[in-house]
């Protein structure tokens, strides 16, 4: 009789979709039988199983949807490395509320001082907290909107990228633009201004943004939204990748200046 209630116990929660509990039924039964534990802690613990089994697998989707170039997280990141940063900014972009807000994040700095990392690291720390991310290379954003352009796609591909609550966009400005492609560019600025967010990461000041865009009306066009509802990192420190060179007996001692 138990073996039947059992079975049709199991057939019902995978009815309900609570996989993780269905999967652990004889687990988690045997501990209750052990720890008799209350009806209500037995509940809580049941449903608290499923819940972080259902997180689980959200994140790991949402990092899977995401991405990212690599795996980084803000626990490596090593920050007396660089001084610069302003740690208490990173921890409360970490909590995602600049992505609930739709603000966005630009992160300035020399090559090697760990922006794509920090751009990772809190891209999973939004993914973690409920929202939806997509990294891309400045290269690649640009390149896959100008064949769009192209093959008469433009507002299709506009529309994938404008999906994501937050997209971030790396190394923006280590090649120059053409005029037409600041101006994709500045469409897909113009679509998620105040709706979605943006995390820029650069090597180029905000002066030099003129130049990156190879016109001053697009790049003041562009700024003036993306700053609108923004934070900026600004790392000025010396190379990671240098360091670790350096360490390693390949550099000789002397400082690197960017
Ligand atoms: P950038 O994008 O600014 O050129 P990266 O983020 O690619 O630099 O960093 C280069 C390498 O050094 C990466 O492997 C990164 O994980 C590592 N790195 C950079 N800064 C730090 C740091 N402060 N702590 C730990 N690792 C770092
Ligand atoms: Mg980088």
Request: glycine share 6%.
């Amino acid at each position: 009789m138990s073996e039947l209630v059992r079975a049709r116990v199991e057939e019902r929660l995978v009815k309900l979709r609570l996989g993780a509990v269905a999967q652990r039924l004889d687990g988690i039964l045997s501990a209750a039988a052990r720890a008799e534990p209350t009806y209500l802690d037995f509940l809580d613990q049941l449903l608290a199983e499923e819940t972080d089994a259902k997180q689980k697998k959200r994140v790991a989707m949402g990092i899977q949807i995401a991405h990212f170039p690599a795996v980084k997280t803000l626990e490596e990141f090593d920050f007396k490395f660089q001084p610069s940063i302003d740690q208490k900014l990173v921890r409360e972009l970490a909590t995602g509320r600049f992505v609930a807000g739709a603000e966005n994040v630009l992160l300035f700095g020399p090559p090697g001082v760990g922006k794509t990392h920090l751009a990772v690291a809190l891209g999973r720390a939004v993914v973690e907290a409920g929202h939806s991310a997509l990294f891309v290379t400045a290269t690649s954003l640009l390149a896959t909107l100008a064949k769009a352009q192209q093959e008469g796609k433009l507002a299709d591909q506009i529309a994938f990228y404008a999906k994501p609550k937050l997209l971030i966009v790396d190394e923006l400005g280590y090649l120059p633009l053409e005029k037409q492609t600041a101006n994709l560019f500045f469409q897909l600025v113009s679509r998620r201004y105040e709706r979605g967010s943006m995390l820029i990461t650069t090597n180029q000041t905000i002066t030099q943004w003129g130049h990156v865009f190879g016109d001053e009306m697009i790049a003041s066009a562009v700024l003036d939204r993306v700053l609108h509802h923004s934070h900026t990192l600004l790392i000025q420190g010396d190379s990671y990748r240098l360091k670790q060179k350096k360490r390693a007996g390949l550099l000789g001692s002397t400082k690197t200046n960017h």
